[in-house]
């Protein structure tokens, strides 16, 4: 079984959490290992639209310069309307572990899709009501998944950047609360 091990850091602003990837990419951690997650639209806003551009999602809309940017340094992107969170924007593995909850009908008790997904990459029950609040009330979060060693120069990276929370997630703990 392999290790899951993260960190989610949670930011009040899309800026903030740019802030936080680029001092991640400039501190050589591995782009592939990190996701972003944060709200598509609000009801006031008019969106004019989503297209592909070979492997890149484009997004038209007041925050569609940020999602590209966010969309140019991570891997794999995706739009999805879920219920009770309602648009959703994301980048990174956390793709896959949605879409694999998607597609495996994995939806845990009542837990959204998303939820579902956080769960897979090793993320606890209690936690994602959290932060699925926090997307709620238009905050991002921002994931970083790896060895115990490489979440924890994340999370010393990321703490730096002034996020509103910023919590470790490790297997062992996982295991140790299963107790």
Do not use: C
């Not at 924890?152 to 703990?173: F, G």
């Amino acid at each position: 079984m392999t290790d899951k091990n993260a960190i989610v850091a949670i930011y009040a602003t899309h800026l903030d959490a740019e802030q936080g990837v680029k001092e991640l990419e400039r501190a050589g951690v591995d782009m592939h290992a990190l996701s972003i997650i944060g709200k598509g639209t609000h009801t006031d806003e008019h969106v004019v639209g989503y297209y592909n551009t070979g492997d890149r999602m484009k997004y038209w809309g007041a925050t569609g310069a940020v999602w590209g940017g966010f969309w140019g340094m991570l891997f794999g992107s995706a739009f999805f309307a879920i219920p009770g969170l309602g648009p959703i924007l994301a980048a990174g593995p956390i793709v896959a572990w949605i879409v694999g909850a998607l597609e495996g009908a994995a939806i845990l008790g009542g837990m959204s899709a998303l939820g579902a997904g956080l769960v897979g990459m090793g993320i606890p029950k209690d936690s994602v009501i959290e932060y699925e609040l926090a997307l709620k009330t238009d905050k991002y979060l921002l994931l970083v998944n790896g060895t115990a060693a490489e979440v924890d120069t994340a999370r010393s990276i990321l703490e730096k950047t002034s996020p509103l929370n910023a919590r470790v997630h490790t297997s062992q703990m996982a295991a140790a609360g299963a107790r």
